[in-house]
């Protein structure tokens, strides 16, 4: 079973995004700031990472930079999953080290396609 992170300060988001992996087979771990979801990646080394943009203390470019300075995370995919979907941010998100990105309001089938994608991207990496 593949694990996710999903680093995500707003409860509803959250559930949603839970709901729709859950219920795909999909092991979830859950963090609500960019420090313990550094902290949780670092321990639980999952096999993908959701990214919010706009969290509480640092920010998910800043916590994806941490991330990947990690050795044993530096290949996990970092997806940005933002409400952050103006001309240019795709670009910013990725040029920050993030390797995905998807706007919200998510959408049920992109979310699957997407977090399949990288799944089977890093599966064919090793």
């Known amino acids: ?13 959250l559930r ?3 709901k729709i992996l859950v219920s795909a087979g999909y092991q979830m771990l859950e963090a609500v700031n960019g420090h313990d979801g550094v902290a949780i990646a670092s321990q639980q080394q999952p096999d993908l990472i959701l990214m919010d943009i706009n ?24 997806v940005a999953l933002t409400a952050n979907s103006m001309h240019g941010d795709r670009e910013r998100f990725l040029a920050a080290g993030c390797d995905g ?10 979310l699957l396609m997407v977090v399949q994608q990288f799944l089977d991207y890093n599966l064919a990496r090793a």
């Open 16 to 18: 949603l995004v839970r």
């Open 101 to 110: 990105y998807i706007a919200k309001p998510v959408a049920r089938n992109e």
């Open 55 to 78: 969290l509480p203390d640092i920010d998910g470019i800043e916590a994806t930079l941490r991330i990947k300075a990690i050795p044993h995370l530096s290949y996990t995919p970092v």
């Open 1 to 13: 079973m593949k694990t996710i992170l999903y680093i995500e300060d707003n409860p509803l988001n």
